[in-house]
Structures are given as C-alpha cells and as structure tokens.
C-alpha cells in the first residue's frame, strides 16, 4: 500500500461537544436599546443581550469533562488542600518554578509582585503595558516604560516576533536611570495590546544576559505563554521538533518567576498564581497573600478551582490543543484579510484585531474610533468585541492628558473550546457589513471617565446618530441608532 502524505488535510478541534448552552439572536432594535443603555461600552452590556461573545477569551473558556470531575474532588479545608499540592506540582512540572502562591486570577498576582519588589521612584520596563499589569506598578509607586521592538506599533508590520524586546531601548533606560531603580524587567508572553504578538526564545535569552549583567530580575507574564510556546514551535528556526511542553520550560528556565491569569491559557474560569525561584521571595509574598488574597494555601480560590486549573495545566500545553486554538484564530483572520479588512497581522494567538484608525480613517483619536466600531459591530450582529486603543490607554498621570497608543484596535476575542467556525463565519460577515457602513459610524464623546482602568466603566455618547444599512440577519433593514 502506499500513502500519499503530501494531500491536503484539514485541521479539527482535538474534541468533541458533550454539553451545549443555547445563545439567541437579538433583533435590531433590542440591540440599538441595549447600546444606549450600555452608554456605548461594549463592558457595560448584559450577557443575555450577546449573541457571539468575543468580549475577552479570560475566564470564558469551556473546560474539559476531565476538568469538571476534578471539581467534585475539591479539598475544601482551610490549610493545606490537596489540590494546592496538586497545583503546585504541575506548575513545577510544566513551568519549572519551585515555589507557587495561589491567587484569586492574575491581577492578584500582579498587586503582590509589584507591593514587594517595587519602591516609590522605580521604572519597570516592559514589552507593552497591560492593563492591570501598569495599574499595580503605579500604585506602588513606579512608573511603567515601553521597551517593545518599534515593529510592535505598526500594525501591517510582519514581524513573527513582535513582542521581543528591543535591547538597545533596555539599555538605554539603564543609563537614564541606572539599575539600581529597575527592581525587574517584565515580559509579557504574546503581548495582548500589540495584538497578541509572541517574542523568540532568541530575544529572551538575549534579554536574560542583560538581567544577569545588571543584577536585574526578570519577570514572566506567562497569561499565554503556552501560546506563545506555540507560535515558538512554528516560527522560530530549530524548533519545529520541539513540543510545546519543552519549549514553555524553555521560556520559564530563563526568569525569575512569573505572574500568571490562569483564565487564559489555563482553560478554567477563576485562578492565577504567583511563582519564585528565590524562597526569600516566596516568604515575602507568602506575608502579603494572607493580607490581600487568603492563606498561601488557596490565595483567594476554592480547593477545586486548583483542581481544575491543575488539570488545565495538563490539556492546555497539549500541541494539538494549541494547534486548534491558535488555528481558529487564524481562520477568522484569513477570511477577514482576504476581504480586505484591515486587521493586525502577523495574527496572534488569542484573537484578531481590527485596524480601527485604516477602518474609520474620518474619525480623529479622540473621538475614540475604536469604542465606536465596537459599538457598531454589536448594533449589526450582537458580536461582542472590545476597545483597545485610546480609551484602553487611560490618561498620563503626571501631564493628566490622553495618552495617544500608536495602535486604535477593536479585539474580536476568542474563548478557548467554545465557538465553532460557523460562529466565526458569522462574525466575519458583520465585521465586513460594518466596513461597508463605516462612514455611517460616528465618532463618540466620553460622557463619565473613572479614573482607573476607565475603559471598564466609561461612558459615552455618539456626536452624531449611526447610520447602519443593511443590520440583522435579514440584512434588510436600516437603522439611525442615536441617544434620545
Ligand atoms: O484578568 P486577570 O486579573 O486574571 O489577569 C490580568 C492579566 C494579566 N496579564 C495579561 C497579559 C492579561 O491579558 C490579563 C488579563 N486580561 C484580560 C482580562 C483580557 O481580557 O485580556
């Protein structure tokens, strides 16, 4: 008998669906009152309004049957549960750090690493500010500085690592402020604001050398470094035989510890954990968990959410697991570039990003083109997407101005094990109608602005009503959606 090897074979997802939760199509006029209650924030939207949620892939995954059977053997004691030591041991099997402290998810992780290693004055560079990640190094008195590679501000730019860090901008920063006041350097496993962007293990151990010349930490975000591991395996010379198990241990083998949101990669719906090589810091944050979190024991979660992220563990790093994952992302990519939607490319690992300033090139940042988009997508279809852009950037704290991100991107998010590609054709669909209607999208003015993290709760208000032909599935209908 002889096998052709060489005829094409499609992909499929490494699992079957045992398990449904119904989801319902909203009318056009529900969506256009849902909006305008919801003041133009896509967070601010009830779950029942959402027909396809691509909000965030962080605590929306499906977990394995695997997973909800470990759930019924939680140990539910106060000190010591087993599915701690459970935990603890898959994360020095597959992540290679001693020392483990449980936390509530990763922000909690973030809040204890940034409390003991940072002073009132320091810099912590990093390959792209998170979030929660600046807001905790702020709050302890640092300031966070942007040492990703300049390819990571261009979104056409085709660089397969466009989360290395650039080392001559580190430098640089050394000689600004001298080591001393670099209590670490954080790098971010596919950088979520760049678009999902991983870095090289050649990038990593060149800034591993730099840490080891300045006596500087370096710290871990590893939220999606088996994704990362991921794109590692398939673009990086001399890896291709590598799982994706070795190389993630490759990456953990080069830092000092990480923070970890064990809602992304990790495949469960609560969890994070904080891990050291160095017991002196362990015991530091062992003190400030039982303050903030809870016993270093559970940090914040019940005995059998460590059950299941121990077992996410286990499925997570599976190749085949993350060839479908980062596969459906890049299916939705394609069918999205190929219409010609403008979309940050290389495609990264967690979800595709629109181009919003290429998309609504009429509105100027600060009437905030990529809340806007999301809202229009959400009023066409009930797809919801989230602004990463200006609104996500906040406000400088010592000038008090905007910050204006080079990158304005709308993130269509996808949860791990839960949409299939019939979804994504659908979404596909509306973001290319919305293309269609961009000059019917309006620019936006910020009506309430918290000042911390605003993009969670900020409201806004169209400047003028959206013009949307064509919305629903019926594709017959045209709405004017404004605020009465
Ligand atoms: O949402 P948490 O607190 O479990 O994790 C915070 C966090 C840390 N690092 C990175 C890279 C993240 O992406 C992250 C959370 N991301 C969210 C919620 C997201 O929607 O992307």
């Not at 980062?326 to 990003?353: D, N, R």
């Not at 009437?367 to 852009?389: C, H, K, N, T, W």
Request: charged content about 25%.
């Amino acid at each position: 008998m002889t096998v052709n090897s060489k005829r094409k074979r499609s992909w499929a997802e490494p699992f079957k669906i045992k398990m449904v939760e119904p989801i319902k199509m909203t009318t056009a006029e529900e969506r256009v009152e849902a909006m305008e209650t919801a003041r133009y924030n896509t967070f601010l939207l009830k779950s029942a309004e959402v027909y396809i949620d691509l909000l965030t892939d962080s605590g929306t995954s499906a977990m394995s049957d695997y997973q909800w059977a470990g759930l019924m053997l939680g140990d539910e004691a106060y000190a010591g549960s087993e599915n701690f030591f459970r935990l603890e041991s898959a994360v020095e099997k597959f992540y290679g750090y001693p020392y483990t402290i449980p936390t509530h998810q990763g922000r909690g992780a973030e809040n204890i690493l940034s409390k003991i290693l940072i002073k009132p004055g320091d810099v912590v560079p990093g390959n792209m500010y998170f979030t929660t990640t600046r807001i905790h190094q702020e709050l302890a008195g640092g300031a966070f500085e942007d040492v990703i590679i300049e390819e990571a501000h261009k979104p056409d730019n085709l660089h397969p690592f466009k989360g290395n860090i650039d080392l001559d901008k580190l430098a640089d920063l050394v000689d600004r402020h001298g080591a001393e006041r670099i209590p670490y350097i954080s790098v971010e496993a596919c950088v979520n604001m760049a678009g999902g962007q991983p870095f090289s293990l050649a990038n990593l151990k060149e800034v591993r050398a730099f840490c080891d010349k300045h006596g500087i930490l370096l710290i871990l975000d590893a939220t999606r470094a088996m994704e990362n591991a991921w794109f590692i395996k398939e673009r990086e010379p001399g890896y291709d035989d590598k799982s994706c198990a070795e190389i993630l241990k490759e990456i953990c083998d080069l830092t000092d510890g990480c923070t970890m949101s064990g809602k992304k990669d990790l495949l469960v719906n609560i969890g994070g954990f904080l891990c050291f090589r160095d017991i002196e810091y362990y015991r530091r944050a062992c003190e400030l968990v039982v303050v903030y979190e809870g016993l270093h024991t559970y940090g914040g979660l019940a005995g059998r959410d460590m059950e299941a992220m121990a077992r996410g563990i286990e499925e997570a790093v599976e190749d085949e697991h993350l060839k479908a994952r980062v596969g459906q992302v890049s299916y939705l990519g394609q069918k999205l570039k190929h219409s010609g939607i403008p979309i940050v490319e290389p495609l990264g690992g967690h979800a595709v990003y629109l181009d919003a300033r290429k998309f609504l090139p009429h509105l100027k940042q600060d009437e905030f083109p990529a809340q806007a988009l999301a809202a229009a997508l959400y009023i066409d279809s009930g797809v919801r997407s989230m602004e990463r852009g200006i609104v996500s950037a906040g406000r400088d704290k010592k000038t008090g101005s905007h910050r204006y991100p080079k990158l304005e991107l709308v993130r269509l998010t996808i949860p791990r094990r839960v949409y299939t590609q019939a979804h994504m054709d659908v979404v596909a669909e509306s973001v290319e109608s919305c293309y269609e209607n961009r000059e019917g999208i309006k620019g936006l003015r910020m009506t309430y602005e918290p000042d911390n993290l605003r993009f969670f709760q900020a409201h806004f208000e169209p400047s003028a009503p959206f013009v949307l032909e064509g919305v629903g599935l019926d594709r017959s209908k045209r709405y004017s959606a404004s605020r009465k």
